[in-house]
Protein backbone atom coordinates (compact mmCIF):
# COMPACT_ATOMS: atom_id res chain seq x y z
CA UNK A 1 0.00 0.00 0.00
CA UNK A 2 2.67 2.43 0.74
CA UNK A 3 4.76 1.90 -2.34
CA UNK A 4 1.21 2.44 -4.02
CA UNK A 5 1.26 5.74 -2.32
CA UNK A 6 4.37 6.48 -2.95
CA UNK A 7 4.02 5.81 -6.98
CA UNK A 8 0.88 7.61 -6.98
CA UNK A 9 2.81 10.90 -5.66
CA UNK A 10 5.63 10.46 -7.93
CA UNK A 11 3.44 10.25 -11.18
CA UNK A 12 2.00 13.53 -9.76
CA UNK A 13 4.73 16.01 -8.98
CA UNK A 14 5.96 14.79 -12.08
CA UNK A 15 2.67 15.94 -13.67
CA UNK A 16 2.78 18.64 -11.91
CA UNK A 17 6.39 19.48 -12.70
CA UNK A 18 5.65 19.51 -16.45
CA UNK A 19 3.03 22.39 -16.06
CA UNK A 20 3.37 26.12 -15.44
CA UNK A 21 3.06 26.72 -11.38
CA UNK A 22 0.62 29.65 -10.53
CA UNK A 23 3.16 32.01 -9.29
CA UNK A 24 5.20 31.19 -12.41
CA UNK A 25 1.80 32.34 -14.45
CA UNK A 26 1.73 35.13 -12.24
CA UNK A 27 5.36 35.90 -12.94
CA UNK A 28 4.99 35.59 -16.69
CA UNK A 29 2.00 37.62 -16.59
CA UNK A 30 3.75 40.62 -14.68
CA UNK A 31 6.83 40.32 -16.92
CA UNK A 32 4.50 40.27 -19.97
CA UNK A 33 2.94 43.59 -19.10
CA UNK A 34 6.59 45.18 -17.86
CA UNK A 35 7.61 44.21 -21.93
CA UNK A 36 4.43 45.45 -23.47
CA UNK A 37 4.93 48.74 -21.48
CA UNK A 38 8.56 49.05 -22.34
CA UNK A 39 7.52 48.21 -26.42
CA UNK A 40 9.21 45.72 -26.73
CA UNK A 41 7.71 41.54 -27.38
CA UNK A 42 7.32 39.23 -24.54
CA UNK A 43 9.45 35.96 -25.99
CA UNK A 44 9.25 34.11 -22.29
CA UNK A 45 11.74 33.57 -19.66
CA UNK A 46 11.51 36.82 -17.74
CA UNK A 47 12.73 37.66 -13.83
CA UNK A 48 9.90 37.71 -12.61
CA UNK A 49 8.39 34.18 -14.45
CA UNK A 50 11.56 32.61 -13.36
CA UNK A 51 11.47 33.71 -9.58
CA UNK A 52 7.51 32.72 -9.89
CA UNK A 53 9.19 28.69 -11.29
CA UNK A 54 11.34 28.57 -8.09
CA UNK A 55 8.84 29.44 -6.03
CA UNK A 56 6.74 26.94 -7.09
CA UNK A 57 9.15 24.68 -6.90
CA UNK A 58 9.72 25.12 -3.43
CA UNK A 59 6.02 24.90 -3.05
CA UNK A 60 5.89 21.51 -4.34
CA UNK A 61 8.63 20.62 -2.38
CA UNK A 62 7.29 21.79 0.75
CA UNK A 63 3.87 19.90 -0.32
CA UNK A 64 6.21 16.78 -0.66
CA UNK A 65 7.79 17.00 2.56
CA UNK A 66 4.33 17.44 4.62
CA UNK A 67 3.14 14.33 2.55
CA UNK A 68 6.14 12.94 3.39
CA UNK A 69 5.91 13.54 7.36
CA UNK A 70 2.29 12.20 6.85
CA UNK A 71 2.89 8.69 5.53
CA UNK A 72 5.91 8.92 8.38
CA UNK A 73 3.38 9.57 11.40
CA UNK A 74 0.93 6.67 9.83
CA UNK A 75 4.07 4.22 9.83
CA UNK A 76 4.67 5.47 13.60
CA UNK A 77 0.87 4.61 14.45
CA UNK A 78 0.80 1.23 12.47
CA UNK A 79 3.74 0.24 14.65
CA UNK A 80 2.55 1.36 17.88
CA UNK A 81 -0.21 -1.20 16.62
CA UNK A 82 1.81 -3.61 15.61
CA UNK A 83 3.92 -3.55 18.88
CA UNK A 84 0.54 -3.25 20.95
CA UNK A 85 -0.57 -6.36 19.12
CA UNK A 86 2.60 -8.53 19.82
CA UNK A 87 2.34 -7.38 23.69
CA UNK A 88 -1.44 -8.76 23.74
CA UNK A 89 -0.30 -11.71 22.55
CA UNK A 90 2.01 -12.59 24.89
CA UNK A 91 -0.15 -11.60 28.03
CA UNK A 92 -3.13 -13.37 26.54
CA UNK A 93 -0.07 -16.40 26.65
CA UNK A 94 0.36 -15.69 29.97
CA UNK A 95 -2.61 -15.85 31.20
CA UNK A 96 -3.72 -18.99 29.72
CA UNK A 97 -0.65 -20.11 31.70
CA UNK A 98 -1.87 -18.89 34.62
CA UNK A 99 -5.41 -20.34 34.39
CA UNK A 100 -4.12 -23.76 33.30
CA UNK A 101 -2.07 -23.68 36.50
CA UNK A 102 -5.16 -22.60 38.37
CA UNK A 103 -7.11 -25.07 36.95
CA UNK A 104 -4.70 -28.01 37.24
CA UNK A 105 -4.02 -26.79 41.34
CA UNK A 106 -7.69 -26.88 41.71
CA UNK A 107 -7.74 -30.54 40.21
CA UNK A 108 -5.40 -31.55 42.41
CA UNK A 109 -7.06 -29.85 45.20
CA UNK A 110 -10.62 -31.61 44.67
CA UNK A 111 -8.89 -35.30 44.58
CA UNK A 112 -7.06 -34.14 47.90
CA UNK A 113 -11.04 -33.53 49.01
CA UNK A 114 -12.43 -36.50 47.63
CA UNK A 115 -9.57 -38.81 49.31
CA UNK A 116 -10.09 -37.47 52.73
CA UNK A 117 -13.60 -38.02 52.32
CA UNK A 118 -13.52 -41.31 51.39
CA UNK A 119 -11.51 -41.96 54.15
Known sequence: MKTLSIICASSLALLVAGCDGPKEKAGAQKDE???????????????????????????????????????????QGRLLEEQADAEADKLEAKAKEIRQAASEKANELGRQASALEQQ
Open 33 to 75: AAAKAAGREYKGGGPAEKAGAAADRIDRAQEKMRASQADALKD
